[in-house]
């Protein structure tokens, strides 16, 4: 239990963690974040959108910390100047298109400060938008520029389609860039040190505290390397087994106030 340990920071990925399905911050949610300012708790968070699509939290939340875009690809502060960014090698950028066309996936590139398509109505475009509060850019090719590329996506509602392209990226890069489904329909590639067990390690010295009193809490694959790396970790019920088994501790599904449940109950 968090309560017998020392807890300064909470990293909490967003997605199916700190919103709930409907990709809304709830009133609960909202209060736990104040209670954790009000005990003296940081509180930061981590995502594989970009950092313009976490805006809209950064206010209701009061962030002070760095916001770790793109799976820890893109520190920003909270008026989203950059800290830090890492980008994918052309490379590498150039043989992941080539990996999630040839699985059958979509494949949408971030690039600077844009989001780019080729199709405006393929799949989870239309609610991803709204997620992020902002309009893709429809290219013909989006692997025509392969430079400044901080994240590629590869999308399909096929889900196994997704967990092959997955294991087939990881093994074909193998430490030469982090592959990881951030939803079951979402195969993110970053750069080699862009991923949410990095965030930690960033976190970590620049706001000088220790690896041991950092609490993080998610629900993908992706956030696996975050709970190794930190204090005491929490999954969220709607994660799948393998993510419980590598966490600390499980909280409610985020349906089911399943963050805020968790700060109640194992940090505060």
């Known amino acids: 239990m968090a309560r017998n340990r020392k807890i300064a920071l909470v990293l909490a990925d967003v997605d199916g ?18 209670s954790l300012h009000e005990a003296g708790i940081r509180f930061a968070i981590t995502s594989g959108r970009p950092p313009r699509g976490m805006a809209m939290l950064l206010d ?9 875009g793109f799976n820890g690809g893109l520190f920003v502060k909270p008026d989203l100047t950059i800290i830090e960014q ?23 590139v971030y690039r600077g400060n844009d989001w780019l398509i080729t199709k405006r109505d393929a799949p989870h475009v239309a609610r991803e938008a709204a997620t992020v509060k902002f309009e893709p850019k429809i290219v013909p090719d989006v692997g025509e520029k392969l430079d400044r590329i901080a994240k590629i996506v590869g999308v399909s509602d096929d889900l196994e389609k997704v967990q092959r392209c997955e294991a ?17 329909y979402y195969l993110d590639v970053t ?21 041991a009193e950092i609490a993080t809490i998610g629900d993908q694959p992706n956030d696996v390397l975050m709970f190794k790396r930190s204090g005491f970790s929490i999954a969220m019920g709607n994660a799948s087994d393998q993510v419980k088994q590598q966490a600390t501790e499980a909280t409610a599904s985020y349906n089911d106030e399943g963050f805020a449940k968790a700060i109640e109950r194992f940090v505060l």
């Open 60 to 68: 209701a939340l009061k962030l002070d910390t760095p916001i770790a």
């Open 168 to 184: 087939d990226t990881q093994a074909a890069f193998g430490d030469r860039a982090t592959a990881n489904r951030s939803q079951p």
């Open 17 to 34: 963690t700190l919103v709930d399905e409907q990709k809304e911050l709830t009133k609960r949610a909202q209060a736990a974040v104040q």
């Open 86 to 108: 890492k980008t994918l090698p052309e490379q590498v950028a150039a043989k992941s298109i080539e990996l999630i066309r040839t699985h059958g996936l979509d494949a949408w």
């Open 191 to 211: 750069h080699k040190d862009a991923n949410k067990g990095a965030v930690v390690e960033f976190l970590s010295p620049h706001l000088g505290i220790p690896t």
